[in-house]
């Protein structure tokens, strides 16, 4: 136990720009950094070094889950100050092969969808806002709400796209469906949602007969590796959070079908997390929240769409925007803890905190950023000379 302690230590020593305590099993403590602490940190068993080396996110992450780690204080602040040290954190991807070498095949990456997105609608009813966006929202200042802001971010989308009446869109992991019920509306454009979730195809198509859209909107459960044979055709395409789902190796293949069916000088936007250089993932991520999910760099994506000679018109990174949604989930999913603690256990619960608030975290550090990119197909030379349509009322 002494040397898990001299791990333990070390390891927590190099997070040190924000002043903290630590406290050990036995009771014994020292304090990171210089200052007045800012949180206390309880660790309440040791946590085996060999679980450290294999994955630190993972053995912190799970500590948590299981109650061996306490923080006291603002989770997010304790995260925000970990994951400005994320350097120090090491993972053995060749001992997580389960983790680092899954299956892209459609059976496989649907059951990996599914275990995230239909945990039930109920569930992100109570903490996402009206909009039932699960996707990083647009602030146009610091007080803005989260439903405001979702809509904010379902406009710039649209604007984005440059919809006309009369046109159709396609909408690659559509989730519940509030940006084509905003475009068939606005813009009275025809538009097909695809996702892989049932309990969102059930939601949406409810949604769709409530707003009397069926002659605009249709939704589908569809794999995006379908669209190639399809033999479906539309003026733009849009897909907000759903590339991270694909994998490194499918990218090519996601690029291809959105091509199969874009019509030239159609445009494509492009929603999606990203990072700065390609990796694997993060560990715990892939175990306990997005199995399978792995984050595209911004310069491999670029790089392949000129395989289908997509033109880069414009690409805008909302990295601070995340880490404000994120906050606001994270409220929200507190504010309703009463009703989801009756759901849940709260290893479930301390799961989902840990998520929310080391996303946030993440996105504050530059860990991860959040680009949209707007693409068309072949030279479209009846675009907007400026970006000022971006911005006009």
């Not at 249709?218 to 733009?236: A, P």
Request: charged residues 25%; glycine residues 6%.
């Amino acid at each position: 136990m002494a040397f898990d302690k001299i791990i333990l230590k070390n390891l927590l020593k190099n997070f040190n720009s924000v002043p903290f305590t630590v406290q050990f099993w036995d009771d014994e403590f020292f304090t990171i950094g210089e200052g007045a602490p800012v949180f206390k940190v309880f660790i309440r068993e040791p946590i085996n070094q060999k679980d450290l080396l294999t994955s630190t996110s993972l053995a912190l992450g799970e500590a948590y889950m299981d109650k061996k780690i306490e923080i006291e204080g603002d989770l997010y602040t304790a995260l925000d100050a970990i994951l400005r040290h994320i350097d120090h954190f090491t993972t053995d991807f060749k001992a997580l092969p389960k983790l680092f070498h899954n299956s892209t095949a459609k059976a496989k990456q649907k059951e990996e969808v599914s275990s995230h997105y239909d945990i039930g609608n109920d569930f992100y009813k109570l903490w996402l806002d009206d909009t039932l966006c699960y996707s990083c929202a647009y602030f146009k200042h610091e007080n803005e709400s989260l439903h405001q802001a979702q809509l904010n971010k379902i406009d710039h989308l649209l604007a984005k796209l440059q919809l006309k009446e009369g046109e159709s869109l396609l909408d690659i992991g559509c989730g519940w469906g509030c940006l084509l019920i905003t475009a068939a509306k606005k813009y009275k454009v025809k538009g097909v949602g695809i996702t892989l979730s049932q309990e969102q195809f059930d939601e949406f198509s409810k949604r769709i007969k409530n707003e009397q859209l069926e002659d605009y909107l249709t939704v589908k459960l569809m794999d995006y590796r379908d669209l190639e044979h399809s033999n479906l055709q539309f003026d733009k395409v849009v897909s907000v959070g759903m590339l991270e789902h694909v994998g490194r190796t499918n990218y090519d293949l996601f690029l291809k079908n959105v091509n199969a069916v874009l019509k030239p000088e159609g445009i494509f936007v492009l929603h999606y997390i990203s990072g700065v250089k390609e990796g694997e993932g993060d560990a715990w991520i892939r175990k306990y929240i997005f199995p399978g999910g792995t984050i595209p760099s911004l310069r491999e994506i670029i790089s392949l769409s000129a395989n289908y000679n997509f033109h880069v018109i414009d690409v805008e990174n909302l990295r601070p925007h995340y880490r404000m949604t994120l906050l606001h989930w994270y409220k929200n999913f507190e504010d309703h803890i009463y009703e989801i603690s009756k759901k849940f256990d709260e290893r479930f619960i301390r799961m989902w905190r840990m998520y929310l608030c080391s996303c946030a975290a993440s996105f504050n550090n530059g860990v991860i950023d959040l680009h949209q990119i707007v693409f068309t197909k072949g030279v479209n030379n009846h675009l907007p000379l400026t970006r000022d349509y971006l911005y006009e009322k």
